[in-house]
């Protein structure tokens, strides 16, 4: 029996891969989506959509449908350190906060509506390379399988996936002891909180960030060094409330009820290194091409910009028919120039401000030279 053929499997429905797809479809692939969970679902994630994000949603003609999810704008920033010391800046763009089950269910609905097939809930199976295309056969939760064939497949499946051993890639398995953990907030659960700002606050070992995101929700994200904090994600917030007294502040009434109460969504054992771009043939986009530092760094945008140009590649090697390893090393280098230089100094940056000595030199520095600050936000974006 004949297997259905595609131009481009995509693996990963959130931000990355529903962005490619959109992109690869405009341009005439004939494209299929495996997403494993099923819509709207929450993940971890800051829910910070920078500038880079937004023109992109604007490029895709999907700004009105964005702005009718009554999206947070967003445009300065401010840093308190654990004794109380803090920076603040203002943005020279406007970035908004928005729960990541309402953009990504945003990408997703306009990657159908631009003629992508998406089998969803499906989690890959197997993917064989055969001659000079690949089959992919995937699974759903009631046991019903599809196979199917395609010329590239795309891995936009975040941080980690069982993929990740099968294809053998370096870093699977290596212990990072970085947590990430997300709760939102009703904002009448809390108070000081400025609409229009995102705040960082720091202190050994941890460091969490708080903004507003749509419909009167506040997004606390934390990432924790589990070589530093050895007792649960829950009560590690807990511990930092209680010792920071800024960020106590914040909170309305027993702030530890709040956290115990509320529902928590994580990611374990987060790798910062560096990762294969391509793996088997196989092109890596978002956070499965590399994870930059939340605090110094924005997830999203990366992860759209990453689709963006992975459709341009395929574009490419499809209009000067490039062979395979042509196309592979034009991926490789097109996404250093664009990502690497980001990803080291925002690895920099989060090695600093997690250790007290070197964190408050850095805030005395900058307090000295305020420019300092400006310019650390500006080089880790995309300019």
Request: one cysteine or more; a positive charge.
């Amino acid at each position: 029996m004949s297997l259905e053929n595609y131009d481009v499997a995509i693996i990963g429905g959130g931000p990355a891969g529903a962005t490619a797809a959109i992109y690869l479809a405009e341009y005439g692939f004939k494209v299929c989506l495996f997403e494993k969970k099923n819509f709207p679902r929450e993940t971890l994630c800051g829910e910070f959509l920078s500038k880079e994000v937004i023109e992109i949603i604007k490029e895709l003609n999907l700004f009105d449908k964005f702005n009718s999810l009554h999206p947070n704008p967003i445009n300065s920033f401010r840093f308190i350190n654990g004794n109380g010391k803090e920076l603040s800046a203002n943005f020279k763009f406007t970035a908004y906060g928005l729960r990541r089950s309402a953009f990504d269910n945003l990408l997703l609905d306009a990657a159908r509506e631009r003629g992508v097939k998406v089998f969803q809930p499906y989690e890959i199976s197997k993917i064989e390379k055969c001659d000079v295309d690949y089959k992919v056969s995937a699974q759903n939760q009631n046991g019903l399988s599809i196979d199917l064939q395609c010329k590239f497949v795309v891995a936009a499946y975040g941080k980690q996936n069982i993929l990740d051993k099968t294809l053998n890639r370096s870093f699977a398995g290596q212990k990072s002891f970085l947590n990430g953990v997300k709760f939102h907030f009703p904002k009448t659960g809390l108070k000081n909180i400025l609409p229009n700002e995102i705040r960082i606050y720091v202190s050994n070992g941890i460091y969490c960030g708080v903004n507003e995101v749509d419909n009167g929700t506040v997004t606390l994200a934390f990432l924790e060094n589990r070589m530093t904090l050895k007792k649960s994600s829950r009560q590690n917030i807990i511990e930092f409330i209680s010792m920071n007294e800024s960020f106590k502040n914040i909170f309305v009434g027993n702030s530890f009820e709040q956290i115990n109460e509320l529902p928590a969504y994580g990611s374990g054992n987060i790798y910062f290194g560096e990762k294969n771009l391509v793996k088997n043939g196989i092109f890596m986009i978002g956070d499965a091409a590399g994870v930059i530092a939340p605090l110094a760094g924005d997830g999203i945008g990366m992860a759209l910009q990453s689709a963006k140009l992975i459709a341009s590649i395929l574009v490419k090697s499809r209009k000067e028919n490039l062979s395979a390893e042509e196309t592979e090393r034009f991926y490789k280098n097109s996404w250093r120039k664009l990502f690497k230089k980001r990803l080291i100094l925002a690895s920099f940056i989060q090695k600093i401000l997690l250790q007290s000595k070197f964190r408050n030199m850095a805030v005395y520095v900058v307090k000295m030279f305020p420019s300092v600050l400006q310019k650390l936000i500006k080089v880790t974006r995309a300019d």
